[in-house]
Nanobody, 118 residues
């Protein structure tokens, strides 16, 4: 099973930017990003297919976040701009078949905390 390692979270002021990274230990088909706050279900943010680079975004990400991948380095990224306090969550990267449901992914990173202050 391919391992996912996420990094890049931190504390940022509202309106600021962060770039999350996700390293894959092997070949993958698609990478997804999800986020979760305490007591809530994991929420779809974005996913990208590795070969074609086709990207899909959830409502929270549209117009502000960009998902990308680097085939040569086997790295995925989530560029987050114009961050809002409601973006505060633990962000997870995952590898699998792609899609908007967590059940479509079988390898998950450890999560990285993103905190946006107002």
């Amino acid at each position: 099973q391919v391992q996912a390692v996420a990094s890049g979270g931190g504390l940022v002021q509202a309106g600021g930017s962060l770039r999350l990274s996700c390293a894959a230990s092997g070949r993958i088909y698609a990478m997804g990003w999800f986020r979760q706050t305490p007591g809530q279900e994991r929420e779809f943010v974005a996913f990208i297919t590795w070969g074609g680079g086709d990207a899909w975004y959830g409502a929270p990400a549209q117009g502000r976040f960009t998902i990308a991948r680097d085939d040569a380095r086997n790295m995925g990224y989530l560029q987050m701009n114009n961050l809002k306090p409601e973006d505060t969550a633990v962000y997870y990267c995952a590898f699998g078949n792609g899609g908007t449901s967590p059940t479509q992914y079988d390898s998950w990173g450890q999560g990285t905390q993103v905190t946006v202050s107002s």
